[in-house]
């Protein structure tokens, strides 16, 4: 499985659109619950927006996974993979938070 994190682009008709993801047969969408401090996302695959997936509580920290009726019946690696993904997504236009300082550590003996 390939993650291939795309940042939304032009395309994005109304603000909730976060991007895009794939594996070797299709293209996972990223769309938020709205613009401004979303409660949920969904993704979605497919010409005809097939949900694939409904994560809600993002407010609260009491995060629910849905699973559409097609995509329940999958592995829980491949579920896995497709929920850390969808975050990465889904978070990657906040501010990056700076890295840790290098730090050099010397063993003398």
């Known amino acids: 499985m ?5 940042p939304a682009g032009s395309t ?17 969408r990223v769309r938020a619950s709205s613009a401004v401090a979303p409660d949920s996302f969904q993704v979605l695959t497919g010409e005809t927006e097939d949900l ?16 559409g009726p097609f995509w329940r019946s999958f592995k829980p690696n491949w579920k896995i993979w497709v929920e850390e993904s969808a975050f990465r997504v889904f978070y990657s236009q906040r501010q990056p938070i700076a890295s840790a300082p290098v730090t050099w550590r010397f063993c003398e003996g």
């Open 2 to 6: 390939k993650n291939s994190l795309k």
């Open 12 to 28: 994005d008709r109304d603000g909730l659109e976060r991007g895009s993801f794939h594996d070797d047969y299709r293209t996972y």
């Open 52 to 67: 694939v997936l409904i994560v809600s509580g993002l407010n609260s920290g009491e995060l629910k996974a849905t699973w």
